[in-house]
């Protein structure tokens, strides 16, 4: 929402700086995005004469001009204009002036031996316009030295401010100036509207038909009316605020959408055939519209129409038939009230972004619906001339008050503020609200305007936003022994603890699209009917997303495309499996590409880079895991990961029956189909899946925990089916006695010559860490016993000779 200072001022009253407005904005909920001040851009340029004009003595296409800027004796400008001549009023830079349209501070130069100690400027040097061809020229009474920007009326600010969704109210300035005088800045001088008498009765007639989503249409004819440019004041309003001036009907109308937040639909009344009907599309119809596209409608579309067809999409924007130009006589001007779900639902389908639609989606005040018409009719005779009718209503005008019983009691209670309740009461007073009632508990009704209200709450949020945040107290927590709950769940903190994990790994965070393509869902075990979403925002967006991984593999090949090969990327998200909420769920995933090992990536001097593989996922994936407090010690990888995966590179977590998480390689056929180039691997991490951790005991451990005896370290190859993993044979290993070994690690696995076609050598380390005494060889030899019969019985391994 932009405004200008002076367009202000015609709404608020009072000694007040621009800064006094920007800062109670802020204060009051409206936060101010910029202000635009072309004023303080342009202060070097003045208007300035030139007393002659000659011929450059070494170039053809120059002038030596000799200009008085009244400040003196005239300075010598050297310029390359064509229409530079004597007597001419221009623009004139003196030397250490900001050019914004070339981006150079001016100094003093020579141009082809003849000094130049200023510039004569065109409009698209000073950011005014497009036109470079020749320096401004300036009427005859321009006065010489003053300056430019306060002549042509560039000394009013444009302020440009943030209205959040429920302040519909805030997109007027008539709005924003009742608001600012109720923080105590200024007073409202808003002038009311006055009704006017209409000469004869409206004979265009308006019909609702039934179930369209329109609750009131207003109506009127002026006739004999003369288009054309509006005056300067209007235009100038029009342009400060970034909005191209038309002709005299429109602009009035686009004024108003501005100044009272009214929009307004204006239809030449000689294109227009028979009477208007409200009513919603049939199948079949288009129309064309303002901005020059036909658009395509359907039943849940609501129109206005007349004999001949659709002349306007309803509150969204008007047709290009029934427009009006200089050659419109009569005209019929509209003031309607639409469903806002209508509105916002018929801007999105037709993607189609307009000045009205953003105002009547948000919701308008209904009680000025007349009004508006009223002060419309008003400007439009002021300018344009005519005769207007009679105001034709269709449907009527809701009734939107409602009464809010409000203990001025409760705004301390909820925000800490104190105020008396004389004070809160005159605060709602000046906001518009009418208050009834004494003794602590008062019956208030909010106006017309203020849709967002709805109960108590509401209003303390009002006082508290009038009378200033700076009011509440800062308040410590109460420091006593009774304990605080935990304000994250186990959910939150562990989508915080993966996060933190993966990018201490090197990974670098996404976030993706919550959609996939239908055929990416079906890939990913996704693809479901419940799971299509009934109004995409793309075609290519179409179901609710089962994995993260096509995301991610498709941002890593986008990175890819512009030449970052090696991605490392992670998400944690949602996921959907179902379209209840139990099979919704949060995941942590990631995905290497190309050679972004986590050690490091691309060719470096010391060796061949080498390509991301399942290990480097399988990494990523504890890491997770510990992070979340998972029992990484009782997972069992399985080889069953879902399709997506390589068969025979990938894995699967388990706690028994419970999947916690996949990683792997994904599949060759996965990544064509993807359309992606890899190699790539990932994993995915089901955080809701991992297992509360249990109870333990209220003793606390040491830190650091040493022995005080020396380890051992024992090695022993075992052949075994090639069937059998690895890790099946660490954990026969590891469970042979839990407090003396404390490591189990592969440090070798061979097949070939000495070892049978069916079988492999799978070398394990293990770690003795004696706790009470060095052990004896007699112990020692004990439990190497103990590990090899164990490890056979479980697995089938035999010793190694």
């Known amino acids: 929402m932009k405004f200008t200072l002076s367009w202000l001022r015609e709404h608020l009253a009072g000694d007040y700086t621009l800064d ?198 207003a109506l009127r004819l002026i006739r004999g009316v003369k288009n054309g440019p509006s005056p300067d004041w209007l235009q100038a309003k029009l342009r400060a605020i970034g909005l191209r001036p038309i002709n005299a009907l429109v602009d009035v109308t686009n004024f108003l959408t501005f100044d009272r937040n009214r929009p307004l639909h204006v239809f030449d009344a000689g ?52 427009g009006c130009d200089e050659a419109t006589t009569d005209v019929l001007v509209e003031s309607a009230l639409w469903d806002p779900i209508n509105i916002a639902q018929t801007g999105r389908k037709l993607g189609l972004n307009s000045d009205a639609r953003f105002r009547f989606e948000r ?51 909820l925000t800490g503020l104190v105020a008396t309740d004389a004070e809160q009461v005159e605060t709602l007073g000046r906001l518009g609200f009418a208050v009834e009632g004494t003794a602590g508990a008062v019956r208030v009704t909010p106006p017309s305007w203020r849709g967002d209200i709805e109960g108590k709450a509401d209003l303390v949020e009002e006082v508290v936003r009038i009378l200033g945040l700076d009011r509440v107290p800062s308040l410590p927590f109460p420091r006593d022994e009774t304990a605080r709950k935990p304000v994250l769940t186990t959910l939150q903190l562990r989508t915080r603890k993966a996060r933190r994990a993966l990018a201490v790994r090197g990974l670098v965070e996404a976030v993706t699209w919550s959609f996939v393509p239908k055929a990416q869902a079906e890939l990913f075990g996704g693809g479901q009917p419940a799971l299509a979403l009934a109004n995409p925002i793309a075609a290519d967006l179409s179901d609710m997303r089962p994995s993260l991984l096509p995301g991610l593999a498709r941002a890593a090949q986008s990175n890819a495309d512009r030449g970052q090969d090696d991605t490392a990327l992670f998400e944690v998200g949602q996921i959907f499996k179902g379209d209840r909420p139990q099979d919704q769920f949060i995941v942590a995933t990631g995905l290497r590409r190309g050679t972004a090992k986590p050690g490091g990536s691309g060719r470096h001097w010391s060796g061949k880079a080498g390509a991301v593989d399942a290990f480097d996922a399988k990494a990523d994936a504890l890491a997770v895991l510990a992070a979340c407090n998972a029992p990484v010690a009782n997972l069992q990888i399985s080889a069953d990961a879902p399709g997506w995966f390589h068969p025979g590179r990938s894995g699967t977590f388990r706690l028994g029956a419970n999947a916690i998480g996949h990683f792997g390689e994904l599949h060759p056929a996965v990544i064509e189909a993807l359309k992606v180039e890899g190699p790539l691997v990932g994993f995915e991490i089901v955080l809701d899946r991992i297992p509360e951790p249990k109870a333990r005991a209220t003793r606390v451990k040491p830190l650091l925990d040493l022995a005080a005896f020396q380890p051992v370290e024992r090695d022993f190859a075992f052949v075994v089916p090639r069937a059998v993993a690895a890790g099946e044979l660490v954990k026969a290993a590891a469970g042979v006695d839990r407090k003396l070994i404390t490591a189990v690690n592969v440090f070798d696995l061979y097949e070939g010559p000495g070892v049978e076609a069916d079988k492999k050598s799978v070398a394990l380390s293990v770690t003795l860490q004696p706790r009470e005494k060095t052990l004896t060889d007699a112990e020692i ?21």
Not at 380 to 388: A, F, N, S, T, V
Not at 786 to 797: D, L, M, P, S, Y
Request: aromatic share 4%; with cysteine.
């Open 20 to 217: 006094d407005v920007t800062g109670t904005l802020n204060r009051i909920g409206f936060e101010v995005e910029g202000v635009e001040d072309k004023a303080a851009k342009l202060k070097g340029f003045s208007i300035a004469h030139v007393v002659s004009a000659v011929q450059h003595p070494n170039a053809d296409k120059l002038r030596v001009c000799m200009v008085d800027t009244g400040a003196g004796e005239p300075v010598q400008v050297v310029c390359g204009a064509p229409n530079a001549r004597t007597g001419l009023k221009s623009v004139f830079s003196p030397p250490g002036t900001y050019i914004p349209g070339k981006d150079i501070t001016l100094g003093i130069g020579t141009i082809r031996g003849v000094e130049s100690r200023g510039m004569l400027c065109s409009a698209a040097e000073l950011e005014l316009s497009e036109e470079s061809d020749g320096i401004i020229e300036l009427p005859e009474d321009a006065p010489v030295g003053a300056a430019y920007a306060e002549w042509i009326g560039l000394g009013d600010p444009v302020v440009e401010i943030a209205v959040t969704p429920n302040r519909a109210d805030g997109l007027g300035i008539a709005g924003i100036a009742r608001d600012l005088a109720a923080a105590g800045l200024g007073t409202v001088a808003t002038p009311a509207v006055a009704p006017v008498a209409g000469a004869f009765p409206c004979p265009v007639g308006v019909t609702i038909e039934a179930g369209a989503p329109c609750p009131a249409f």
């Open 271 to 322: 294109k227009v055939h028979g009477d208007l009907v409200v009513r919603r599309a049939r199948e079949g119809e288009s129309l064309l519209a303002l901005d020059g596209r036909t658009y395509a409608l359907d039943a849940s579309i609501c129109v206005i129409a007349d004999d001949k067809g659709v002349e306007s999409l309803a509150g969204v924007m008007g047709g290009e038939e029934s």
């Open 363 to 413: 919701g308008i005040d209904p009680a000025f619906t007349v009004p508006g018409l009223e002060l419309a009719t008003t400007l439009i005779l002021e300018l344009c001339g005519g005769e207007p009718s009679g105001i034709v209503l269709a449907g009527a005008i809701p009734d939107t008050r409602r009464v809010i019983d409000f203990p001025l009691s409760l705004t301390e209670k």
């Open 781 to 801: 030899e004990a439990v190497t016993s103990k590990i090899v019969a164990e490890v056979a019985r479980k697995t089938g391994a035999a010793l190694r000779g």
